[in-house]
T-cell receptor, first 114, second 115 residues
Framework: DQQVKQNSPSLSVQEGRISILNCDYT??????FLWYKKYPAEGPTFLIS?????DKNEDGRFTVFLNKSAKHLSLHIVPSQPGDSAVYFC?????????????FGKGTKLTVNP | EPEVTQTPSHQVTQMGQEVILRCVPI?????FYWYRQILGQKVEFLVS????????KSEIFDDQFSVERPDGSNFTLKIRSTKLEDSAMYFC???FGTGGWGELFFGEGSRLTVL
């Protein structure tokens, strides 16, 4: 039951270029989406979020885009830096449905090469 | 910066033994969670806890699992009789409110290995 899918297990980009991480979801009840970053031996760390009433949210080098009709969101990192190398998880929740749980994708391992 | 702390960082146990994983959430947070990640798989929701009771749990959180907030600071996950498939990284998390009210703050995780 993959309600949140990250179809690319890994992505490699050059420093300074744009990293684009993709996420698809199937549950139309999801109305809040988040991206988390995870380094080895650490817990996930919140990066950026977007509500379903928006289609874009920007925070410094990180921008999340939401396409509700396609049930697709993406995280853009520009410019990418070696320190961005980590596993990125997309997560979603159905807040209007009263659910408190986040449903995570399997993650995409980003490697930014110097 | 306040953080969620978890102990132990790694526990090895025999199948059938009881395990208690401990967490100290961020002090002014109201909602507490346990998630787990089996090696190579996604992070999965186990349970959420608010106002001293479970508010939501997943199908994974069966009768072998229980949570407790024994005092004002600790939040524990107990697995009564561990199985091999319980081997995973267990993450505690907390926040001010549910879902879109704010992101979850995760601890560094407790790795459980069941032999």
């Amino acid at each position: 039951d993959q309600q949140v899918k990250q179809n690319s297990p890994s992505l490699s980009v050059q420093e300074g270029r744009i990293s684009i991480l993709n996420c698809d979801y199937t549950n139309s009840m999801f109305d809040y989406f988040l991206w988390y970053k995870k380094y080895p031996a650490e817990g996930p760390t919140f990066l950026i979020s977007i509500s379903s009433i928006k289609d874009k949210n920007e925070d410094g080098r990180f921008t999340v885009f939401l396409n509700k009709s396609a049930k697709h969101l993406s995280l853009h990192i520009v410019p990418s830096q070696p320190g961005d190398s980590a596993v990125y998880f997309c997560a979603a929740s159905a807040t209007q449905g009263g659910s408190e749980k986040l449903v995570f994708g399997k993650g995409t391992k980003l490697t930014v090469n110097p | 910066e306040p953080e969620v702390t978890q102990t132990p960082s790694h526990q090895v146990t025999q199948m059938g033994q009881e395990v208690i994983l401990r967490c100290v959430p961020i002090s002014n947070h109201l909602y507490f969670y346990w998630y787990r990640q089996i090696l190579g798989q996604k992070v999965e929701f186990l349970v959420s806890f608010y106002n001293n009771e479970i508010s939501e749990k997943s199908e994974i959180f069966d009768d072998q699992f229980s949570v407790e907030r024994p005092d004002g600071s600790n939040f524990t996950l107990k697995i009564r009789s561990t199985k091999l498939e319980d081997s995973a990284m267990y993450f505690c998390a907390s926040n001010f409110g549910t879902g879109g009210w704010g992101e979850l703050f995760f601890g560094e995780g407790s790795r459980l290995t069941v032999l």
